[in-house]
T-cell receptor
Framework: DQQVKQNSPSLSVQEGRISILNCDYTNSMFDYFLWYKKYPAEGPTFLISISSIKDKNEDGRFTVFLNKSAKHLSLHIVPSQPGDSAVYFCAATRPHTGANSKLTFGKGITLSVRP | GAGVSQSPSNKVTEKGKDVELRCDPISGHTALYWYRQSLGQGLEFLIYFQGNSAPDKSGLPSDRFSAERTGGSVSTLTIQRTQQEDSAVYLC????????????FGPGTRLTVT
């Protein structure tokens, strides 16, 4: 039972164009969402996040959009660069209850940016 | 400063053997997590330590898996009587406070059980 779904396993875009990575979730208790980027043989690195009280968060070339009613979020990268080629994980978490603040991850999307 | 470190980076073991994986979190970080990523899967939560509180072990897949965190710093994940399905990348992450959602990951330990 996957609570965070990244249904497209891969995406290929031309350098300079927009990359749109999608993520859906099923648990309405999730209230904070994160995107992580992972290069081969390295651990995931935090990219950008959004709280459920917002519908958009922007950081440089990266923007995350949240549609709570649709339980959908997306990561936009504009303009895409070859160095953005990596696996992108969507993650979600519930409000802190006691000691539990684990992240629930999707399976990831492999982004390839063609020069 | 130094990030999260894990050792070994790679481990090949025979089925039935025990293995220990080590994680050194970022200094001062109070929360520590273990995840694993099996081939073609996302990161799967295993266990979580926060300060002196009892760990959240809800993600451990079987009683062959255990973890300790000594002195609120270094953590060791132990897998007893390894099975082939235990083959995965085991990732450790830490966060500075209970209120922080962003987790800082180490490079992982790739475990292969033959």
């Amino acid at each position: 039972d996957q609570q965070v779904k990244q249904n497209s396993p891969s995406l290929s875009v031309q350098e300079g164009r927009i990359s749109i990575l999608n993520c859906d979730y099923t648990n309405s208790m999730f209230d904070y969402f994160l995107w992580y980027k992972k290069y081969p043989a390295e651990g995931p690195t935090f990219l950008i996040s959004i709280s459920s009280i917002k519908d958009k968060n922007e950081d440089g070339r990266f923007t995350v959009f949240l549609n709570k009613s649709a339980k959908h979020l997306s990561l936009h990268i504009v303009p895409s660069q070859p160095g953005d080629s990596a696996v992108y994980f969507c993650a979600a978490t519930r409000p802190h209850t006691g000691a539990n603040s684990k992240l629930t991850f999707g399976k990831g999307i492999t982004l390839s940016v063609r020069p | 400063g130094a990030g999260v470190s894990q050792s070994p980076s790679n481990k090949v073991t025979e089925k039935g053997k025990d293995v220990e994986l080590r994680c050194d979190p970022i200094s001062g970080h109070t929360a520590l997590y273990w995840y694993r990523q099996s081939l073609g899967q996302g990161l799967e939560f295993l266990i979580y330590f926060q300060g002196n509180s009892a760990p959240d072990k809800s993600g451990l897949p079987s009683d062959r898996f255990s973890a300790e965190r000594t002195g609120g710093s270094v953590s060791t994940l132990t897998i007893q009587r390894t099975q082939q399905e235990d083959s995965a990348v085991y990732l450790c992450a830490s966060t500075p406070t209970l209120g922080s959602y962003e987790q800082y990951f180490g490079p992982g330990t790739r475990l292969t059980v033959t």
